[in-house]
Structures are given as C-alpha cells and as structure tokens.
C-alpha cells in the first residue's frame, strides 16, 4: 500500500509546522501539532469555532456545512472551517485569535527610566457662554475667546475631524469642557476634567506590546500584548518585503491588518483600564508613540519597503515622524498625532533607539553591549562615547520556527531543559505535557546535548553515543518518548534543528565580535551585557554562553531587561525631552553594515561553533 502524500502546513500566528496526511484534515493536523485550535462541536462543521483562514495553497472544495456558514466574501477572504478542510498542497493557516484556545505568552514587561513628565498634549479647563439672541458668535470663536481669557495666544487651529464634533461636544456638556492642545493645535474636544490618554506601541516583527498610559500622572493604567497579523504573510522582515513588493496591493494589505491588530488591542486596553476609572474610551486617546524596526516601521505608516530589500538596504525615511492617526486608521482622538521616532538604518529602526534610551547606555561611561533578541536582532556597543551598532538576521529559529517541533511560547512548551543527577529534566509552560520546543527549551536541549556528549563542538552528533538514533536517513536525539508527550509524538532534535540555531547564534555572535573588533577591544572589556526583548527575556544566560551564542563572561555582568522597546516608547510619550535625547542618540549611532564587513565571512564561519 502506498503512503498518502503528505504535506506541511505552517499555522500562523503560533508558528508551527505539522506534517499531514491528505486524508487528515486541518483539524487534525493542528491537534497533532499540539495546537489548541477550538473546536466546540467536536468537529463536525456545524459551530464556526474552529475558523481558520487559507493565505497560501489549496484546500478541498467548501463543504455544504461551510457554505452554511460563510458567504462568498469570506471564503473568497480564505475563511473556512478547519474540520471540514483537507490539504491538497503545502499550506500556510492563519488562525484568527479567537479560535485559539490557549493563548501564548508574551512579553511586554520592560524597565523605563523614570522621567519629568513633559508631554506634547495638555488640557485646557474652559467654561464658555453659551449662545444668546444678543451674542452670536460661532462655536469656534467662544472656544478661541475663552482661550483668550485663559492667557493661551492665538493663532489656534481646529483640525477638520475635531471641527465636526465641536458644535454637539459643547453643548452635551453644558459648555463646561476640556480641550487637548497640541502645539496650538486642538486634538480633542472632551468633557470637563477628562483625563487625558497617550498609546505607546513597540511592533516586533513576531509580537506586539501597547501600553495605555495617562499622560497627566505618567501611570501606565493597562497593557497587552499580541501577536503580530503579519506573520501569516511572512516569518520574517525579508518574506514581508517580498510580499509587499510582489503582491498587488501587498503594502496596503501588510499595513490594514497591522492597524486592525493594533485597533483591537486598543478596545482592549480601555476596556482594561474601565476598571479603574469607568469614564475612560479611546477618544481621550490624544497622543500615540509607535516603534518598530525599519520594515516594521515603513509598514506600518505605509511607506514603501522595495528599497529596504536590495542593497545598500537603505530606508525612505530616518528622521522623526509625526502622522495623522485618522489617515492611518488608528481610532483615538480625532486630532491626534503618531509619534515615529529616527530610524537608524535599514535593519537598524526606531525600537533599537527606544532601547538605548531606556536602557541609558547611550549616555553611561563604562562599555557596554545592548542586544534585543529577535526575528531581526539588533546589538549596540557603547566604548568610549561611541555607539556602533549592527543587525544580524538571525531568523525565526528562537520562535521555534524551522525547528521539527519547535513552536512558539504558548502553554505545553518545553521552556527549559537541565541535566538534574545526570538526567534529563524538562519544564514546559504552564507544566502541562509537552508538545513542542520553544526557543528558551531548544536552546537549553542543544547545551545539555553538548554537556553530555552528544554533540561536538560543531554541533555534529556523536554517532557511537547511546542516546543518538537513526530514523531512516536522519540522525536524532530523543528528547521527550511519545508515550510522555501531550501529542502522542517524539519530542526530538534532529541535526536539522541544531543547524538553524547554529546559523541564529552564529549571525548574533559574529555581530557582537565585529563590532568588539571595529572598536578595538575584547569582550573581557565588556562590563555589562543587556539583554532586552522576548526571547531574551526567557533564555538560561548560561546556556546560551554554552552554545557560544554569547561570550563567556561573569554571569554578573548580564542583564535581562524585558521589553526595553516598549519601556523607551513608554518614555517619549511622556516627555518631549526624552524624543530629544532619542533624536541625538540615533544620531550618535555609528552603523555597520555585516554583509559588506571585510572580516564578516570568516567571523562567521568561526560563530557557528559550539
């Protein structure tokens, strides 16, 4: 009998790739793959809980239960029912937040430096005179007269969307209101003694973290966090250039679903913070803050990204920008404006400098290496004034993707491998049975498979060692027996998997030693090691020096600091002069370019050993 074809299927967003039968449907597959995809009516097609969304190759044709449920807009969107769906080639799944069952954990935590709250938005307490039959004078006249009164100069201007709620604004409130001004611009009409609102936002390439924040008190009154709608068009910031640059419309694609995700996590955050103060919506929402790397950047303010993609990889803007949140879509205060701050180079972007701003590096006086760890991982060293900095690609292996049961942080992860009494012991999130390996727990397995043998340190397997076995053509160590698991599956690592943590450590490391090389120093000079963003958050330090990702230093001098993107947003939209002092440090940044380094090739080549 012959095998059925078998196909991979990549479900976004939680990165995992499941191998499956064309007799098995996309159910199956997910729940093979340990995805916990709902399914409320046990498969049969009669709920819509299990919907998922097709964005590349073919399915079988809807199903008379699907066409019960869908119209044609949604299945001609890719909407169907994962139950009722079989594979008929290679797929890529999305899967809308709420057919997920169990959610993955991000992280949004991140230490800001305290700051003197300057924000660009302040309130403006009136009371003006209603109309009379002997006072005429138009709305906006009595808005710039009190304004007057209160000493604030003219001119002031009225944006349009601000202009067509002026007139039913004044009068809901007795004409006793607040008025947000920006820079003698009015941002937002509000009931008297609003609080007003400010939305920081650090985009990653996989994740996202949005902070809602009262721009009076500094307090940060709710936070979440999401993965990034992207990821179903491409892993990582080279597969969302190409899309964009070679799908019609792909730009504008990229950037609506970006700001729809963004527009959730917004009715999320004031639903949230409703908690603490019941008064609380998104139209006290006056000021935004958005980081992002270069591509996410571009993306997200539908700026074009081809030139991002060939060399010299130069980006169309890096100066500051401020854009109107209405033409982007984003829906908070009707006048109010985005802050982008610099970019420093193509693969160098704004979240970087949000980074060396929190983190105060920049303007510390011992040598320093700041790194954010990511899809896109961006180092800077700071020695004697200067700050290099570079990007390293170094791919979505730390997300589990491209590793044979790798996924991403959600619950049923193994987190964290260790040898305990010269055995093996596993920890996963949330301590359920593994089904997979995030990018803390591959890293972990790969420096216990070197501290027993299994390995050399080329991250070739040790062929006469007991724990190697042979499947067909491929060498693996067995991790996790089936018979433990919470998939019914062996939880191993091929030589596969070693190799894309090898090209993902080696692209990190060659960058801190080039940059150590350029300034003429050695990495025992180095006092203190940041290590910021998600992943880097949760990595074991020692195993990750182990692996040779990171320099073999005093575990002392590392510091694991979070969110540190999103702590430097949080900082520039609280204080003018915090967008001042990120401005002059992305000036400051000196960048080198890794492809075009003259020693890179063999600086490499020299990384991907153990």
Same mark, same amino acid.
């Given at each position: ?21 064309? $007799?098995?449907?996309? #159910? /199956? ?50 909407? $169907? ?5 079989? =594979? ?6 999305? !899967? ?8 993955? $954990? #991000? ?28 006072? #005429? ?27 067509? +709620? ?17 820079? %003698?611009?009015?941002?937002? !009409?509000? =009931? ?8 920081? @936002? &650090?985009?990653?390439?996989?994740? #996202? ?6 721009? %009076? ?6 936070? +979440? ?25 792909? /730009?504008? @694609? ?105 983190? %105060? ?18 180092? +800077? ?35 964290? @491998? ?14 359920? *049975? ?16 070197? &501290? ?44 596969? *998997? ?37 992943? %880097? ?19 002392? $001098?590392?510091?694991?600091?979070? /969110? ?47």
């Amino acid at each position: 009998m012959q095998n059925k074809p078998e196909h991979t299927i990549i479900f976004q967003p939680v990165g995992r790739r499941v191998i499956s039968e064309s $007799r098995s449907s996309v #159910l /199956n597959a997910a729940q093979d793959g340990g995805i916990a995809l709902a399914s409320i009516c046990g498969g049969v097609g009669i709920c819509d809980s299990c919907k998922i969304r097709l964005l590349h190759g073919k399915l079988t044709d809807p199903t008379l239960e699907e066409k019960a449920l869908f119209s044609e807009g949604e299945f001609q969107a890719g909407f $169907r029912l994962a139950c009722q769906s079989f =594979p008929l080639s290679d797929l890529t799944i999305e !899967i809308p937040p709420e057919s997920l069952t169990a959610p993955q $954990r #991000l992280q949004i935590e991140g230490q800001a430096q305290s700051v003197q709250l300057d924000p660009p938005v302040i309130p403006i307490e009136l009371d003006i005179p209603e109309p009379t039959i002997t006072d #005429l004078r138009a709305d906006t006249m009595r808005v710039k007269d009190s304004l007057v009164q209160k000493g604030i100069p003219l001119p002031v201007e009225f944006k349009y969307l601000v202009l067509k +709620t002026i007139s039913p604004l004044l009068r809901a409130n007795n004409w006793h209101v607040s008025l947000a001004m920006r820079k %003698g611009s009015i941002v937002a !009409i509000l =009931p008297s003694k609003s609080p007003l609102l400010g939305l920081a @936002v &650090d985009v990653g390439t996989t994740k #996202l973290a949005a902070y809602l924040c009262d721009l %009076g008190t500094g307090t940060i009154l709710a936070k +979440t966090g999401a993965m990034n709608p992207q990821t179903g068009f491409g892993e990582d910031v080279i597969s969302r250039i190409s899309y964009s640059n070679n799908v019609s419309d792909g /730009n504008k @694609v990229l950037q609506s679903r970006l700001i729809d995700t963004l527009n959730e996590a917004i009715e999320e955050l004031c639903l949230n913070a409703r908690t603490l103060n019941p008064i609380l919506n998104s139209d006290q929402i006056v000021e935004a803050v958005v980081v992002g790397n270069t591509a996410m950047h571009h993306l997200f303010a539908g700026l074009p990204v081809h030139q991002l993609g060939v060399a010299p990889y130069v980006p169309a803007v890096s100066e500051p920008l401020e854009l109107d949140a209405h033409i982007i879509g984003l829906k908070i205060a009707p006048g109010a404006k985005i802050h982008l701050p610099s970019n420093i180079a193509g693969y160098v972007g704004a979240d970087h400098v949000a980074m060396l701003l929190s983190t %105060g590096i920049s303007f510390a006086t011992k040598t320093s290496i700041a790194i954010d760890i990511g899809t896109n991982t961006e180092i +800077t060293l700071a020695h004697n004034n200067q700050l290099l900095s570079c990007s390293c690609a170094s791919g979505p292996a730390f997300e589990g993707a491209h590793i044979q049961a790798g996924m991403r942080a959600a619950p049923g992860a193994i987190e964290r @491998v260790q040898i305990i009494h010269g055995e093996l012991r596993i920890q996963t999130i949330d301590n359920l *049975d593994p089904v997979g390996l995030c990018g803390s727990g591959i890293l972990d397995a790969i420096a216990c498979m070197l &501290d027993i043998g299994v390995l050399d340190h080329r991250g070739s397997f040790i062929l006469d060692h007991p724990s190697v076995r042979q499947t067909g053509p491929k060498r693996e160590f067995l991790l996790v027996d089936h018979k433990k698991t919470g998939n019914g599956r062996d939880l191993v690592v091929s030589r596969q *998997d070693i190799n894309e943590i090898q090209l993902a450590k080696g692209a990190i490391r060659a960058g801190i030693e080039i940059l150590l090389e350029y300034a003429g120093i050695s990495a025992e000079m180095v006092e203190e090691f940041i290590i910021a963003g998600a992943f %880097g958050t949760y990595i074991n330090i020692p195993s990750a020096i182990r692996i040779g990702m990171l320099p073999a230093l005093p575990l002392i $001098r590392f510091h694991q600091v979070g /969110n540190a993107a999103g702590a430097g947003a949080r900082q520039m939209l609280l204080s003018l002069e915090q967008r001042r002092l990120a401005e002059e440090i992305a000036k400051r940044v000196h960048y080198i370019e890794l492809s075009t380094y003259p020693n890179f090739a063999n600086i490499f080549s020299k990384s991907l050993f153990m």
